[in-house]
């Protein structure tokens, strides 16, 4: 059986230099500071390929913070209730859904793209994409964006 992802919170000290470099790198693409991944890479000492290994596992912890939106995309399958199951979890956890876009199954798999505004009331972010990756038929779960 396929292990499911797992997110762990480390401190700054314990985290790979590598890694802290590509979310530097990271930064300097979002800010505009570099117009290029080359030119990123470059400006913090990585190889390019290291970045792109990395860079959709790492991320700062923003996960309670206020007012930020969370986009997660998953394959699931095309059952009855599920995608009901999902949106209850996140309204459990009290986020507020901004977005859904869910698309035709194509061999019984659909794959559903949801926006999330964490409040500052919501539950532990972290805890609730754990909750919903062990659903039965939830397939593949990343977090595409934390803005």
Not at 28 to 39: D, I, K, P, T
Request: proline letters at 3%; a negative charge.
């Amino acid at each position: 059986m396929e292990e499911k992802t797992k997110y762990f919170v480390l401190k700054k000290k314990a985290v790979p230099e590598v890694l802290l470099k590509v979310v530097e790198a990271k930064k300097l693409l979002e800010s505009g500071r570099a117009e290029s991944v080359q030119e990123a890479t470059d400006m913090v000492g990585i190889s390019r390929s290291s970045f792109y290994k990395y860079k959709d596992d790492i991320f700062p912890f923003h996960d309670n913070a206020k007012g930020k939106t969370i986009t997660i995309v998953m394959q699931m399958d095309d059952e009855p209730g599920l995608l009901s199951l999902v949106l209850r979890i996140v309204a459990d956890f009290h986020a507020n859904i901004l977005t859904i876009h869910q698309s035709i199954p194509v061999n019984g798999i659909a794959s559903l793209t949801l926006s999330v505004d964490v409040l500052p009331d919501t539950k532990n972010v972290s805890q609730m994409i754990e909750n919903i990756e062990q659903q039965e038929g939830i397939h593949y779960l990343k977090i595409l964006a934390r803005e």
